[in-house]
Each structure stands twice: as C-alpha cells, then as structure tokens.
C-alpha cells in the first residue's frame, strides 16, 4: 500500500491516542501519536459579569476554539485575556456573545502584557448581543481575522 493514493487507503477506526502518525515538521519527516495533538473544536459558554477577570492562559481552556459570552449582573466590564500568544503559535479563537449583551455591558478581549491584539495592547471591546471575533497567533502576537458586529 505505499503507493497507494490517500483515498484508495480503508478508513481508519476510532482514534484511540496512541496510534503514530507521521509528520513534516521544519522539512523533516517525525512521528507523533494522535494523543499529541489538540483539538480546538471544543466550545466553552462562559458568563460575563461586571469586575470580573478571567484568564484565558489557564489549562482549563487549552483546548477551546469558540467562547459563547452570556451577561449576567448589572452593567459594567468583564475583562478576557487572552493566552500567551507565543505558547499557541497557529491556534484560533472565536469570541461571540448572545442576546444577554447591550451597550453598557461591555466584554473586553484583552492580549496578555507585553503582547498585543492587532498590534495594539489596547482590548477589543464586544458590548451588543450577537457580536463577535475570530483571533489568531502568529507565535507572536494576536491577530483579529474577522469580525461580526
């Protein structure tokens, strides 16, 4: 089967992590097993509350691609920030809220210190029901891809 072309090879079964998958990483050719990479399909709903900060970095949203913001509380600001920038080269995250959102509830997605978003230390700011961002790291700093407003 090594000339075999990818959609001629059987379908594989479910993954169970520690299967080798080949590799080119910096024009070689490694091994890793499944187990090694991330998923960033994983959604994590969180609540938006005046005065409150979360930190992004923690490991507990290391494999969260989409946040889903709700509002509860009187209005104010709930400040985000953002991973390391430099620990998650390539990696994208989505940031929506819902209808719980109006103009004086305001969600700021903010870089980590000395890093930035869109070259700017400064946060976005979502503060409406169903806006939203896309970001992505180059290894350096964040990137805003796309927008909803």
């Given at each position: 089967m090594?000339?075999?072309?990818?959609?001629?090879?059987?379908?594989a079964?479910?993954?169970?992590?520690?299967?080798?998958?080949?590799?080119?990483?910096?024009?070689?050719?490694?091994?890793?097993?499944?187990?090694?990479?991330?998923?960033?399909?994983?959604?994590?709903?969180?609540?938006?509350?005046?005065?409150?900060?979360?930190?992004?970095?923690?490991?507990?949203?290391?494999?969260?691609?989409?946040?889903?913001?709700?509002?509860?509380?009187?209005?104010?600001?709930?400040?985000?920030?953002?991973?390391?920038?430099?620990?998650?080269?390539?990696?994208?995250?989505?940031?929506?809220?819902?209808?719980?959102?109006?103009?004086?509830?305001?969600?700021?997605?903010?870089?980590?210190?000395g890093?930035?978003?869109?070259?700017?230390?400064?946060?976005?700011?979502?503060?409406?029901?169903?806006?939203?961002?896309?970001?992505?790291?180059?290894?350096?700093?964040?990137?805003?891809?796309?927008?909803?407003?």
């Open positions: 090594a000339n075999s072309k990818i959609s001629a090879l059987p379908i079964t479910e993954l169970q992590g520690s299967e080798i998958i080949p590799l080119v990483q910096g024009g070689l050719t490694k091994q890793t097993t499944a187990s090694k990479f991330k998923n960033y399909f994983v959604s994590t709903d969180i609540t938006a509350e005046a005065g409150v900060d979360v930190d992004l970095n923690a490991s507990i949203y290391d494999d969260t691609f989409m946040f889903k913001l709700s509002w509860t509380g009187g209005n104010g600001t709930a400040v985000y920030t953002l991973p390391d920038a430099v620990a998650h080269i390539h990696r994208k995250i989505r940031f929506i809220s819902d209808s719980s959102f109006n103009s004086q509830d305001h969600a700021d997605i903010t870089p980590a210190a890093q930035t978003l869109d070259g700017s230390s400064n946060p976005y700011r979502i503060n409406k029901d169903y806006e939203g961002i896309a970001i992505w790291s180059d290894g350096v700093e964040w990137f805003i891809i796309q927008k909803k407003a």
